[in-house]
């Protein structure tokens, strides 16, 4: 299990009169101190019993209301995935839904499975773009859209049907091995058949790591 992520809090009043008249600029100076290389996948805002706002990594205590802020840990940084306490990230078991479960069943591919891959990928987030350039829900390369015949990888229908169809690919090609498909999935099934497994990469053994925790967190949860 990775180590908790220590949690930082900002007290809106006190961090930033000098940024209160714009909430972009103050959101902006905020996520900077919070995120540096955006280090966690959701940042909570609340307000606590004597009025000051909290911006947290942890989830605010109970009876406090609250807005999550998504912001996608990519795969393409490993530090990011080890800062992260992936058993306690809330899932999203309804976004995208219909998309999922029809691109699922075309493929024949675990609903959990194709849920823990955009999860770990994009944090849901439609427009994300990696600093390698990979794009939408479940970060296809350019290239990969192209041969996977996906037009607008920021579409996320058509994105989730060609990544979908990707990874069944790789779960093929690795006779349904989970792990194998997963790594094949962030390093390419050249590497995992050049090592025999999972590459030695730091990045695809974090990205194996989890992909496994989101997997059966998705499936306990029925997504």
């Given at each position: 299990?990775?180590?908790?992520?220590?949690?930082?809090?900002?007290?809106?009043?006190?961090?930033?009169?000098?940024?209160?008249?714009?909430?972009?600029?103050?959101?902006?100076?905020?996520l900077a101190c919070l995120l540096p290389?955006?280090?966690?996948?959701?940042?909570?805002?609340?307000?606590?019993?004597?009025?000051?706002?909290?911006?947290?990594?942890?989830?605010?205590?109970?009876?406090?209301?609250?807005?999550?802020?998504?912001?996608?840990?990519?795969?393409?940084?490993?530090?990011?995935?080890?800062?992260?306490?992936?058993?306690?990230?809330?899932?999203?078991?309804?976004?995208?839904?219909?998309?999922?479960?029809?691109?699922?069943?075309?493929?024949?591919?675990?609903?959990?499975?194709?849920?823990?891959?955009?999860?770990?990928?994009?944090?849901?987030?439609?427009?994300?773009?990696?600093?390698?350039?990979?794009?939408?829900?479940?970060?296809?390369m350019p290239a990969t859209a192209r041969?996977?015949?996906?037009?607008?990888?920021?579409?996320?229908?058509?994105?989730?049907?060609?990544?979908?169809?990707?990874?069944?690919?790789?779960?093929?090609?690795?006779?349904?091995?989970?792990?194998?498909?997963?790594?094949?999935?962030?390093?390419?099934?050249?590497?995992?058949?050049?090592?025999?497994?999972?590459?030695?990469?730091?990045?695809?053994?974090?990205?194996?790591?989890?992909?496994?925790?989101?997997?059966?967190?998705?499936?306990?949860?029925?997504?």
């Amino acid at each position: 299990m990775a180590k908790p992520q220590r949690s930082r809090h900002f007290d809106e009043r006190v961090f930033c009169a000098r940024y209160a008249r714009s909430r972009p600029l103050f959101l902006l100076m905020v996520l900077a101190c919070l995120l540096p290389n955006l280090l966690a996948a959701q940042i909570y805002k609340y307000t606590d019993e004597d009025g000051i706002v909290h911006y947290t990594s942890e989830r605010p205590p109970e009876g406090h209301s609250f807005k999550r802020f998504n912001f996608p840990c990519y795969a393409s940084d490993p530090n990011c995935g080890r800062q992260v306490n992936w058993e306690q990230v809330p899932l999203n078991t309804t976004a995208w839904r219909d998309s999922i479960e029809q691109a699922a069943a075309e493929h024949a591919v675990d609903a959990a499975l194709v849920r823990a891959v955009i999860h770990a990928e994009s944090a849901y987030q439609a427009d994300a773009k990696s600093p390698k350039g990979a794009q939408g829900l479940m970060q296809l390369m350019p290239a990969t859209a192209r041969e996977l015949d996906v037009a607008d990888a920021f579409d996320p229908e058509s994105n989730i049907w060609g990544g979908t169809r990707y990874l069944a690919a790789m779960l093929d090609l690795f006779d349904g091995d989970i792990t194998l498909a997963s790594a094949a999935y962030n390093a390419g099934p050249g590497a995992v058949q050049r090592y025999g497994g999972v590459p030695p990469y730091a990045e695809t053994k974090e990205y194996v790591r989890r992909i496994r925790i989101l997997h059966r967190r998705y499936r306990e949860a029925g997504a």
